[in-house]
């Protein structure tokens, strides 16, 4: 019955639905020397786990001082910095400029003529085009009146 609970608690451990108390309970299983043979895989990792919490880092990191500017130094750094902010400005208002150039000088075909015996042939042209469509949707209107038709000489309304 034992083997069984502890195959359970191994189970939701791995789910990581174990609560502390049954942590503690597969720790002192796994560090005890009746371990199952089939169980025998996971007994480092639970011996090592208070192990590896005792341990601490007795390595020192050294710490880099931060290196101090001279005044010169800062002079330099600001008018770079400066140059640097004032180049950036320059390409932003250049790229805006380049990107809005067309619509800004109105260089939009509006279709406008200067010839008023052409601009009087493409009108033409493109009422004739409206026109057949139009024509084409009032087609279908004869279809609805021939229905209207016939469904009063059903119906005798």
Same mark, same amino acid.
């Given at each position: ?14 789910? $990581? ?11 002192? *299983? ?46 330099? *750094? ?13 390409? $932003?208002? $250049? ?15 509006? $279709?406008? *003529? ?27 209107? *004869? ?15």
């Amino acid at each position: 019955m034992e083997l069984n609970k502890i195959e359970i608690l191994l189970e939701k451990y791995f789910q $990581g639905e174990t609560c502390i108390a049954e942590e503690n309970e597969l720790r002192n *299983y796994f560090s005890s020397p009746d371990v199952a043979q089939h169980l025998e895989q996971y007994k480092p990792m639970f011996v090592y786990f208070p192990l590896a919490k005792e341990q601490m880092l007795q390595q020192e990191i050294p710490l880099l001082p931060i290196p101090k500017f001279r005044n010169e130094d800062k002079k330099r *750094y600001v008018v770079w910095v400066s140059i640097a902010a004032s180049v950036v400005v320059l390409l $932003g208002i $250049g790229m805006y400029v380049f990107y809005n150039y067309d619509n800004a000088n109105g260089k939009q075909d509006l $279709g406008t *003529y200067d010839n008023p015996e052409v601009a009087l042939k493409e009108t033409q042209k493109a009422l004739a085009l409206l026109s057949n469509h139009v024509n084409v949707g009032i087609e279908s209107v *004869y279809y609805i009146k021939e229905y209207q038709d016939s469904k009063e000489l059903i119906f005798k309304q």
